[in-house]
């Protein structure tokens, strides 16, 4: 395997800033320190690529990813890819779990030079990173961002589209009533799944049998069908703003002697790791987390590099997935007027 800059620093003990301190000659480096990392450095046989001969241009070798929460499987994903293929890269990947900043607060990736670049997933309160790195002169992408005056450096998924091809599905199989419990309203890609939903009925002729909002939570989802199935009013079909709430809905549908897909269908959103631990699968739309990581990667080194300030992001396709969670509606005849709008 061959070696690199952090093969070093571990080798020396000591952080990847001071490596690339000594490769540069700088006099700040303490003796002791310098003369660690070149036996590191001979006793590993390193010989300094592109990649290092960067960082001992003044760089650090870090990039920060600043992100909501770990506890979600697309999160993770964006992280484990993203930190995959900056280490091909010869780069470190710093991760911060942090809300949203208040008036006046500094993330501490955003200071002192800590980062070469940043990549913000997810933000819910975006305009006061922005501000503050362009103010630093901080290279960053964004991942899934919710301001769409901000997409000329961002990566996004077609979320609309995803929301129309799970509607188009399920009005495909036959099913006229179909309810869409959707996430968390300040979430763009909330909004965007549920437009594409509604266009899709649109174009049928169709009216939703309920359009309810919550959170992205399997809580919502168990507690709004548990509802439908104590009325003994039941959509044919269900399109959940993602996994969890979709989840939610399958457990309350079962514990209430409801079958899915035979008597409701249901598709979530994401593909998250609980998709396929549901029984029966989910169909689902998949977020192609590798391509998202991947054209963020590139997108963010390619402006540490200095390439021009031009509009550089993308919105990348969604992907539905056909699993067993979805059957024609000529498949649901146990429950005869569950198709009854209310």
């Keep these: 395997m061959k070696v690199s800059i952090f093969d070093v620093a571990k080798k020396a003990g000591l952080s990847v800033v001071t490596v690339s301190r000594v490769l540069n000659g700088a006099e700040s480096v303490r003796e002791a320190n310098r003369q660690k990392v070149l036996a590191a450095m001979k006793a590993l046989d390193y010989r300094p690529n592109a990649a290092a001969r960067s960082l001992a241009r003044g760089k650090t070798g870090v990039i920060g990813l600043i992100l909501p929460t770990l506890q979600d499987s697309f999160f993770d994903a964006i992280a484990s890819e993203m930190n995959r293929i900056l280490a091909d890269s010869g780069y470190v990947l710093a991760v911060s779990v942090y809300a949203s900043p208040g008036p006046g607060d500094i993330h501490y990736l955003l200071q002192e030079d800590r980062v070469d670049g940043i990549a913000l997933l997810s933000p819910l309160a975006e305009s006061p990173y922005i501000d503050e790195m362009n103010r630093r002169r901080i290279p960053y992408v964004l991942i899934d961002n919710q301001m769409a005056e901000h997409d000329a450096f961002a990566i996004n998924v077609d979320n609309f589209a995803g929301g129309y091809a799970a509607a188009k599905h399920l009005i495909a199989l036959g099913h006229t009533s179909i309810a869409h419990l959707s996430g968390s309203e ?70 209430a002697g409801v079958r899915v897909p035979e008597d409701v269908s249901v598709v979530g ?49 969604a992907e539905l997935l056909l699993r067993e969670t979805t059957a024609p509606a000529a498949a649901n005849s146990t429950l005869p007027d569950k198709e009854q709008s209310p």
Excluded: C, K
């Design 269 to 317: 959103f994401d593909d998250q790791r609980i998709a396929t631990m549901l029984r029966p699968f989910l169909t689902t739309v998949r977020q192609p987390t590798e391509r998202m990581a991947a054209a963020a990667v590139s997108l963010l080194l390619q402006r540490i590099d200095g390439a021009p300030e031009q509009a550089g992001g993308g919105r990348l396709a």
């Design 186 to 255: 300040p979430y763009r890609s909330t909004r965007e799944r549920r437009s594409g939903f509604l266009q899709a009925l649109l174009e049928a002729g169709l009216e939703p049998f309920e359009l309810a909002g919550g959170d992205y939570s399997t809580a919502f989802g168990y507690a709004h069908a548990s509802r439908w199935a104590a009325a003994g009013r039941l959509p044919g079909a269900v399109f959940a703003g993602d996994d969890h709430i979709a989840a939610g809905v399958i457990n309350a549908l079962q514990r």
